[in-house]
């Protein structure tokens, strides 16, 4: 019997009727009561304004009959929130914590726990959508500025964006950057320095090939540069450690044209020259190391900095200032703030989520620290990293790069030394002792080292390194026997000298608002301060179509905190990363059934990854096939920015396919399009239900026409929502889909990350789905176990993406069961039908489908409106606590309502009340009784300092203004600035926080 919410609470003495077990002894507290809005009443009152009978009723005219599916979800029933996080704690304990000196990029640091209370585990902080209506946002958005302040004084470059998804990644989109920027006939290759991480070189090298560019991977000491090269990658400390002078390759490579991207460690330059000031076109890599946990890969924010000159064709989100309704400054997202929406196939990027809760903490870690705070972490990482170095070296060990010297033939500086100066990283050269036997004994101690080849390993320090810790090395390194060394005589030793031609010289974080919060009293109160500022979920609904923002359980969000899950390093040998194995293996099996595929890949860490991804599976697929020639793509018109920007990434060119007047994919022009290109078709990108927010009827030809002329069927999953439990993407006819774990799966949107958008697979496919060069991943696969795998490359920097946040999603299908997930989306789906009744005589829903309903969203039409615009709407929501919703997508002039199953009756009632209050404001506008421009939609939102003002000078009373509905006396959120003026920002453009001059002194 299928669990209905209305049997889950009144239904109890049946219950105890029909069954012979003790299930009613279970404690009657379930989870998904807990998860979904409204009780069993709500629901009857709900029902009987969409004149239903049932909930059933309802869905079976909303969802057409030939799609269902008709057997139950076969995943286990579901439990209390107290009986998963027991299961899981279980699960967790088969992680081991080692003490991880594997580097690569990764590195265990120290969560200032003001951080990790007050963001890390704060809904104030983790439970917002991307800062689009950003009066609203401006919390979140002065710690990205801070953020990129952050990144441009560190790297010595000029702009900074909002973080972007991993290191890797990054260093791809800056390749892509820097062909756009200098691509010409015959100059098509990338030259990586084979010194890069090994992750680094795989994604660029997946991007690479996707997009038909060369690559060389070579020695950067002896590369040649000439006109055929667009673009070169270093890492700067090098994988084994090792800091180079670039000055002379920079000069070679700019003297032919070529644009150089430095893969910098943020916290070793503190210490040593930033790449902007050796001549460096971009800079990116990882801000993981501040404060923000290893947690087995991920996720952790990317940086990304430039020149001023490149910002247009920078990928990802970049905050700037500009000004408000009241002349005072205002944060808002710069540029192209929805680009992929704007300009579709030639986005500079598909990045959509980013990483903003992550980079917000890292932001948070250096504001704490302050300048002189993070150059003694680095000082000290630095010391401990030269006492090991010295007493391996005692104990005769080759430490360091001097043995590689030798292959130089640039003559750098810093070659003259003998060893190349360092930072936290050592390579060791062990002589007649063999790796494997030195890791089994560190294995031994808890400690993991990087093995480099049979007779060399690597050795990073971060800030938990301790004297202990360093005893304990040395140790390992001497057969496991206690070192007869004095340490203190060897931290008494002069520390090496940074070479001045490598040397940090300039300051940083000179801004006050580094200066200011080094206490922890200052620090919260500066963090409640920005959580004020920002509406969250945790005031009211934000019913953003297509974001399914739903209810962030903290039952889901506590085990992220976890060492068991937070500490482990992403390259950890995978026999201590069971528990991981175990969440990872169950959490696939579940998706698979979810969704009818044979197989997920756990790696994309965000939607647009997973689209670029499973378009790469497609074309591999048909590579294997000996149609590599296949390579266009059809999109439909309403489609998702980020789809034409992913397929364009992919190597494809992207055909557009019509839309009906209904809002359907016209199947018609679906058809000619693909006779038209049958020769070359590879792929259909299609969303289900629709972005109109419809369960079209004919999905299954749709998805046949595309089969029949040869092509693949890639099903963007950011409406699954409204299909789980009731119809399965790889039934309806996908070979492919993504998931938005940030959507469907709970995982919450952080203010514009972290997400995770893994990929369902059909049989045929499995083979292809993305490997990873340092470690083995494997893949669910039901019964039928890989035989040959022909993996597409990487995708993201981490085998599994970003695995900590897994276990949210984890812990929602496992508290939720078969049956609580399959009733969830039911109540999706009344929940957007009785919001787009209750409103139909004030904003008409503009597409309706099967049975006259809609999906899990409707769209709102407001282009009948002659003085007021959707814009404006949106703002005088924020008079009324709510975000607004999804404004002008996908069609101009509409708002896209999503409510999610997990709001009440009584918010859906308040967010109707209050549009219903703002048409009456609207019709007064309309017919004359307020002004046409002064009335309090195009006023809006009204600040508390503007209601306060003496000069009050509104034909309308200022408590219409800010107190419009009752609610709004028991809580008011005040909006922190009044309407922002964009096009001043993107005139005017300023994306860091102004200069220490700026402030009194
Ligand atoms: C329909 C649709 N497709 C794709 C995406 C991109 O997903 P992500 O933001 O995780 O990259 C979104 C995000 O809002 C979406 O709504």
Redesign the pocket.
Known sequence: MLATKNNLTTDTTARRVTTDSLDWLKHPDGFVNRHTGPDAGDIDKMLAVLGHASLDGLVDAAVPANIRLARPLNLPAGRSEFGVLNELRAIAAQNQIFHSYIGLGYHDCITPPVIQRNILENPGWYTQYTPYQAEISQGRLEMLLNFQTMVCDLTGLEIANASLLDEATAAAEAMMMCHRLQHEEGRGIFFVSQDCHPQIIEVVRTRAQALGLGIVVGSHRSFNFDGRIFGALIQYPDTYGAVHDYQTLVKEAHAVGALVVVAADLLSLTMFKPPGEFGADVAVGSAQRFGVPLGYGGPHAAYFATREAFKRQMPGRLVGVSKDSRGRPALRLALGTREQHIRREKATS????AQVLLANMAAAYAIYHGPEGLKNIARRIHRLTAILAAGLERLGYNVGQASRLSSSARGDTDAQEGRLPYFDTLRVELGLKRSSDLVKIADAHGVNLRVIDPKTVGVTLDETATVEDLRALLQIFNSDRPVDLSLEELADQPLPVIPASLARTTPFLTHAVFNRYHSETEMLRYLKRLESRDLSLTTSMIPLG??TMKLNATCEMVPVSWPEFSRLHPFAPLSQTQGYQILFGQLEEWLAEITGFSAISLQPN??????YAGLLVIRKYHQSRGEGHRDVCLIPTS??G??PASAVMAGLEVVAVACDKEGNIDVADLRAKAQAHKDRLASLMV?YPS?HGVFEGNIKEICDVIHEFGGQVYM?G??LNAQVGLCRPADLGADVC?L?L??TFCIPHGGGGP?M?PIGVAEHLVNFLPGHPVVEVHTFSGDNPKVELQPIGAVAAAPWGSASILAISWVYIAAMGAAGLTESTKIAILNANYIAKRLENYFPTLYRGHGGLVAHECILDLRDFQSVTAEDVAKRLMDYGFHAPTLSWPVAGTMMVEPTESESKAELDRFCDAMIAIYGEISAIETGRLDKQNNPLKNAPHTADAIASDNWNHPYSREQAAFPAPWLKEHKFWPAVGRIDNVYGDRNPVCTCAGMEGYPA
């Not at 598909?350 to 989520?353: F, L």
């Open positions: 598909n990045i959509c989520t297509s974001c965000a939607g647009s990854q997973g689209e489609a998702h980020t789809n969303t972005t963007d950011a409406n993504h938005n940030h959507k997400g958008g």
